[in-house]
């Protein structure tokens, strides 16, 4: 390995510090939502910064930017790598821009010396990754990668009502290029972790090995609405006890599936709540994670049997309604490698990690080899304006990139 080639860390740094000036807010984060003028702004600076690299710019009709360097051999499919600009409202500095720029910054150093890879290699800034603004979540490479369409993006609608496809179109990022699969070599995503564990462990790199399966669900509990006062205890059909249980048998769940299980309920309403009313009715969500599919289905189990008990203890009508269902990803075994023994190389502490949130990689995986590298973020703290990342973490995670991407473009 030419472990000699570094990237410019002080340069790094001061590329995120130029673009997280774009929807700065007063705690030191970013608000700059998907198709807004902000991301407009923050697309215009990161064209302008490949275009000084000399790098070949096409936009598709999804707003998904790519920027291409030639490698001494371009009929061989290219090494991709990049993230998102967009952020939450009350977004961070890194979350996604740091996939971003520390992919410019590895074309950046290669320009430096002058060294041109035998693949092409191209970086991606992937549309409206957060859909805070325009939900699903993931939309560009979701598209890209064949498993949502075209138009029915296009068609998404924010709060206010204005499509996702009219938006592009008046930020003027309604590119041409179709947005459909094509052969892509390997896709490299660098990101901060958003969890705790990394710092916990004195780990500079993680090695992603996949993400979690998830399963989203909805609940409707039915009682009866009854007086607080006449009403004895042994006739109630009392909805938020059944809620209130169902609460803790979630959290018992998680708890019960270690290591790996995690287990929320984020949403109880009681419908029509007044102090001296039995509740009625009730609503809640569930959000189980799991590593492992199989482990999943079994707090599946648990919990339906669970709730059927419930439901007779309590004289409740419980109807659960499964929303949402996704397998366990894992990313490509030889790019998991690579970034391992890279790291090994460069003498970073690294652990193989799972993810625990979805990432563009996650769709890009269906369609190429794919890989995710991991830095540390302090506290664990993300999706918040003090989110924060070290330098150097930032230069380690970028300096991993760098040779994984040399690596893989020249199929060492
Ligand atoms: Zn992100």
């Not at 998907?34 to 710019?57: G, H, P, V």
């Not at 490479?141 to 499509?163: C, H, M, R, W």
């Amino acid at each position: 390995m030419k472990s000699n080639i570094k990237i410019n860390k002080q340069r790094l740094i001061e590329s995120i510090e130029e673009m997280a000036k774009i929807g700065k807010t007063p705690k030191g984060g970013v608000n700059r939502q998907a198709l807004t003028d902000l991301d407009k702004i923050s697309r215009d600076l990161f064209i302008n910064w490949c275009k000084k690299e000399k790098l070949q710019i096409t936009i598709d009709k999804m707003g998904n930017i790519f920027a291409r360097r030639s490698g001494k051999n371009n009929k061989l499919p290219p090494i991709m790598s990049g993230s998102h600009l967009d952020t939450q409202p009350t977004g961070g500095k890194y979350d996604g821009a740091l996939g971003v720029l520390s992919a410019l910054e590895v074309i950046r150093s290669l320009n430096d010396i002058n060294y041109i890879t035998e693949a092409p290699l191209e970086i991606v800034v992937w549309t409206n990754e957060e859909g805070c603004r325009f939900p699903p979540s993931m939309t560009g490479s979701a598209v890209f990668s064949g498993q949502y369409s075209l138009n029915k993006a296009l068609a998404i609608k924010d709060p206010e009502g204005n499509t996702l496809g009219k938006e592009l179109t008046r930020i003027k990022y309604d590119g041409k290029t179709s947005c459909k699969p094509r052969k892509i070599g390997a896709f490299l995503e660098t990101h901060i972790e958003q969890g705790p564990i990394l710092e916990m462990e004195k780990k500079t790199i993680g090695v992603v090995s996949g993400a979690q399966a998830q399963r989203w669900y909805e609940v409707n509990i039915k009682g009866m609405e009854a007086h607080a006062g006449p009403t004895p205890m042994n006739r109630r059909k009392d909805a938020l006890v059944g809620a209130s249980k169902i609460v803790l048998l979630v959290n018992e769940v998680g708890n019960k599936f270690q290591p790996g299980g995690c287990a929320t309920s984020g949403v109880l309403n009681i419908k029509s709540p007044s102090r001296n009313v039995i509740p009625g009715e009730c609503f809640l969500t569930i959000d189980f994670r799991h590593p492992s599919d199989f482990k999943l289905k079994k707090m599946d189990e648990k919990l339906r049997i669970e709730i059927k008990n419930i439901s007779k203890n309590y004289n409740l009508k419980i109807n659960i309604k499964q929303i949402l269902k996704l397998s366990a990803v894992s990313f490509d075994k030889k790019i998991r490698k690579t970034i391992k023994s890279v790291s090994t190389n460069l003498n970073f502490p690294h652990k193989e990690i799972i993810s625990g949130a979805g990432h563009d990689a996650v769709n890009i995986n269906k369609i190429a080899p794919t890989g995710m590298i991991f830095i540390p973020c302090v506290d664990g703290i993300s999706h918040n304006e003090i989110e924060k990342a070290l330098e150097k973490d930032i230069f380690s995670g970028a300096q991993v990139l760098l040779h994984s991407m040399i690596a893989l473009a020249e199929d060492l």
